[in-house]
């Protein structure tokens, strides 16, 4: 296993201060091998919120897929100063600022192949304006679906299903669910 990040972000939600602290030497001690975010190769972001995207910035060298409807919105919405109850401006400005290397998925890419047996799922919008999530392919231990923040209450499955988020689905700039 694999694990890969500068810095752990906590962030306050009632206050929004953010406190880092490096990892590597607690991954060590969990056995984990721990690579700089230079090593990486392929970044898949589920969704740009402050608890997500905070770090994307140190990615220079990856391939970063984020749904194109998240993007466009989320830097939309900062350019213009509005709508940014869940993102920090300083991140945005941060990852803009470093010119990933960005591949945004189009909202008809249901599945996009990132290598043979990783697959970028687009879900579209819900929790935020586009949700994405990735499904593994394991010879030996079958597949998984990874998703961020899909089913995080108990009022998201019972007893009706309801779709999780900061205030349910998410309304384009343009008026759109």
């Known amino acids: 296993m694999s694990f890969s990040t500068p810095a752990a972000i906590r962030t306050s939600p009632s206050t929004g201060r953010r406190k880092s602290r490096t990892c590597p030497q607690y991954a060590l001690g969990q056995g984990l091998n721990v690579h700089v975010p230079e090593d ?3 970044v898949i972001i589920s ?26 919105t989320t830097v939309r919405q900062y350019a213009l100063g509005q709508g940014l ?42 929790h935020s304006w586009g949700m994405m999530g990735m499904k ?29 988020g900061i205030s349910g689905r998410h309304e384009q700039p343009d008026g759109r669910a």
């Open 40 to 42: 990486i190769k392929y």
């Open 47 to 72: 969704h740009l919120h402050v608890d997500h995207a905070g770090c994307l910035k140190f990615f220079r060298n990856a391939r970063v897929f984020v749904n194109d409807a998240e993007f466009t």
């Open 85 to 126: 109850n869940v993102h920090v401006p300083e991140d945005i400005r941060g990852f803009i600022e470093a010119k990933l290397n960005w591949r945004l998925v189009a909202e008809n890419e249901v599945e996009v192949e990132v290598v043979p047996g990783v697959t970028v799922v687009n879900f579209g919008s819900g």
């Open 136 to 164: 593994v392919e394991l010879a030996n231990s079958g597949n998984f679906l990874m998703v961020a923040d899909a089913i995080y209450m108990r009022d998201n499955v019972e007893p009706e299903i309801s779709v999780p």
